[in-house]
């Protein structure tokens, strides 16, 4: 198992930063890939972000590209978000994948508990 601990949310003004953190524990050396999703009220989980365990290389959906930026230093992985505007607002989750499409929910196997990120106008 993996063990996924978010933190690093909370409220902001638009225009406003925030960097989320996603420290991983346990089989790490099971991750294929690890990303970032959202989940704002009424609306289906998103991508966000993800990154090659291996190879670091990153991917970022069109709508963050920019403004945030995945990174990681050992077992931890980190969204810096900058410029966030009210679209943002969501609860954020990073997530551990085994294998498959960085950008599908259906990927990924083990899930943090989300932390919120609220973006005030």
């Known amino acids: 198992q993996v063990q996924l601990v978010e933190s690093g949310g909370g409220l902001v003004q638009a225009g406003g930063s925030l960097r989320l953190s996603c420290s991983a524990t346990g089989r790490t050396f099971h991750i294929y890939t690890m990303g970032w999703f959202r989940q704002a009220p009424g609306k289906e989980r998103e991508f966000v972000a993800a990154m090659s365990w291996r190879s670091d290389r990153t991917w970022h959906a069109d709508s963050v590209k920019g403004r945030f930026t995945m990174s990681r230093a050992e077992n931890t992985v980190y969204l810096e978000m900058n410029n966030l505007g009210p679209q943002d607002t969501a609860v954020y989750f990073c997530?551990?994948?085994?294998?498959?499409?960085?950008?599908?929910?259906?990927?990924?196997?083990?899930w943090g508990q989300g932390t919120q990120v609220t973006v005030s106008s």
């Open positions: 997530a551990s994948s085994a294998g498959g499409s960085y950008y599908m929910v259906r990927s990924y196997n083990y």
